[in-house]
């Protein structure tokens, strides 16, 4: 089991920026691809970023490249997702997620956090 708590959600103006970060216990952090996801009131949950278990690869949904940042310190077991340039659109619940194939499929991560509610207000 992995538990995964997530934090650094809230409200900030478009243009403005937030981090938010993942802690994670239980098995080996190191050993699980990360993946942010997020779900907005009457839509489906969508892919934002994904970090191999590494650290050395990354990839973005469309709607957040060359915006968000995601990164990793394995000794620290904890999963971050710089966010830059917030727009309106990118209100949602924030959720991370963990699994050894995880990509951008929600359905390859097999835990997932609680989530962390980020509003972007015009």
């Known amino acids: 089991q992995v538990q995964l708590v997530e934090s650094g959600g809230g409200l900030v103006q478009a243009g403005g920026s937030l981090r938010l970060s993942c802690a994670a216990s239980?098995?080996?952090?190191?050993?699980?691809?990360m993946g942010w996801f997020r779900q907005a009131p009457g839509k489906e949950r969508e892919f934002v970023a994904q970090?191999?278990?590494?650290?050395?690869?990354?990839y973005y949904g469309d709607s957040v490249k060359g915006r968000f940042t995601i990164s990793r310190d394995n000794t620290k077991n904890t999963v971050y997702l710089q966010m830059n340039s917030l727009k309106p659109e990118d209100t949602a619940l924030y959720y991370c997620?963990?699994?050894?194939?995880?990509?951008?499929?929600?359905?390859?991560?097999?835990?997932w956090g609680q989530g962390t509610q980020v509003t972007v207000s015009s």
């Open positions: 997620a963990a699994g050894l194939y995880g990509n951008n499929l929600a359905r390859r991560y097999d835990y």
């Open positions: 970090i191999s278990w590494s650290g050395h690869s990354t």
């Open positions: 239980g098995r080996t952090f190191s050993d699980y691809n």
